[in-house]
């Protein structure tokens, strides 16, 4: 178990931190608005969360694996 959680650790770095965020951006600042517009306002909302968790989850993730 601890080999796989070190193998995540070495792939989850900056770069894959940088890339989580920006598709979390993506999701709220494109989709998001495009799916309401569409009259699709579960899939709107749903977009949202996910680029939320997709912002925020990343950085606890990065965060948590420098620090363990």
Same mark, same amino acid.
């Given at each position: 178990m601890n080999i796989v959680i070190q193998h995540i650790k070495d792939l989850f770095?900056?770069?894959i931190l940088v890339t989580?965020?920006?598709i979390g951006v993506f999701l709220?600042?494109?989709d998001a608005p495009k !799916?309401? %517009?569409q009259k699709y306002m579960k899939e709107s909302s !749903?977009? %949202?969360i996910i680029g939320y968790v997709?912002?925020?989850g990343?950085?606890?993730v990065f965060i948590a694996f420098n620090i363990f």
């Open positions: 770095d900056f770069s989580c965020i920006l709220l600042l494109v !799916l309401g %517009k !749903l977009a %949202k997709y912002i925020f990343s950085i606890v």
